[in-house]
């Protein structure tokens, strides 16, 4: 998938990563490297492919925004 189809169907960018909401967790994708990628479950990151300051600042960005990203995901 190209980082325009990945950030097409995100339904939030911050920073440069694009937060996409699942059945029941949260996907979380570098967009200047697609390679990182991480999953935030109930607030936590439970996997990853990013170095853990990355995992702490995915968290961090989503922590803040999420109310945001709820919001547009239910008009």
Known sequence: MSVQEIADRAD???AGYAYTMKQDYIEVVDLNDPKKT???QNGDVI???M???E???VLKYYQ???AFMEESNCA
Do not use: G, K
């Open 55 to 57: 995992d702490d600042i």
């Open 12 to 14: 939030m960018i911050v």
């Open 64 to 66: 803040r925004n999420r």
């Open 51 to 53: 170095s853990d300051d």
């Open 38 to 40: 991480a999953v935030i």
């Open 47 to 49: 996997e990853s492919l």
